[in-house]
C-alpha cells in the first residue's frame, strides 16, 4: 500500500502470488503476455488470481502456434469473455473446427486488440531483405543424413503404423531435432 507502482517478474508472481492476490491493483500491466499462454501453466494462473480494475496485455506474438493461445491471453483480460476452454478449442481448432467459428472468434476480439506493423511505428527501418543460399553436404556427411533419414522413416512409419500418428509426435520431433543436427555437423 506504500508504493505507486510494482514491477516483477513472471517468475517472482508465481512465488508472492499468494500476497500480491489479496491487494486490489487499478492496474495490472502484463508485458511480453505470450509468457501465459498456456492456460495451464503457473504463470498464467497465478496472473488470473491478482485482482486489478483494468487489466492489459502487450505482445508482439499474441498467438504463436495455435489459436488456442490467444484464449488464455482474454481469460486474463476479460474473464469468460471467450466461454470456456473446451468451448473456444472446439471454436478455435477442435474437431468441429469452421471458418464461421473462427470469424466469431475474430469478430468478438477485434475491439480489443490494438495492432501496429513495423511500417506503421518504425518508418526508419529497412525493408526485409531474404536472401537463400543452399549449401550442399558433403559425401561422408550426406551418407549419414541418408542413414539417420532412412532408419527414421522405417522406424515412424513402423510405430505409427502400431500405435497412430497421435501416439508418435513426439517420436516425430525427435527425428526432425536429431535430421537437422546431422545435417549442421556429424558429430
Not at 488464455?72 to 468441429?96: C, I, Q, V
Amino acid at each position: 500500500k506504500n508504493y505507486n507502482l510494482i514491477l516483477t517478474t513472471y517468475g517472482t508472481l508465481r512465488r508472492d502470488v499468494g500476497l500480491l492476490r489479496d491487494f486490489p491493483f487499478d492496474y495490472v500491466i502484463l508485458d511480453e503476455s505470450q509468457a501465459i499462454k498456456n492456460a495451464a501453466t503457473a504463470s498464467a494462473k497465478s496472473v488470473r488470481l491478482l485482482r486489478g480494475k483494468h487489466r492489459l496485455a502487450m505482445s508482439g506474438t499474441p498467438i504463436e502456434n495455435h489459436l488456442g493461445e490467444l484464449w488464455s491471453l482474454f481469460e486474463f483480460l476479460n474473464p469468460g469473455m471467450l466461454g470456456g476452454a473446451s468451448l473456444f478449442r472446439n471454436l478455435s481448432g477442435g474437431p468441429a473446427t469452421t471458418s464461421e467459428g473462427r470469424q466469431l472468434i475474430a469478430k468478438s476480439v477485434r475491439p480489443f486488440i490494438l495492432r501496429r506493423t513495423k511500417g506503421q511505428v518504425a518508418k526508419e527501418l529497412p525493408d526485409r531483405v531474404e536472401q537463400t543460399i543452399f549449401c550442399e553436404l558433403d559425401e561422408v556427411q550426406r551418407k549419414l543424413y541418408d542413414e539417420l533419414r532412412d532408419h527414421y522413416r522405417v522406424a515412424l512409419l513402423n510405430r505409427i503404423d502400431e500405435v497412430g500418428l497421435g501416439q508418435s509426435k513426439i517420436q516425430v520431433l525427435e527425428a526432425l531435432l536429431r535430421l537437422r543436427q546431422a545435417a549442421c555437423h556429424p558429430a
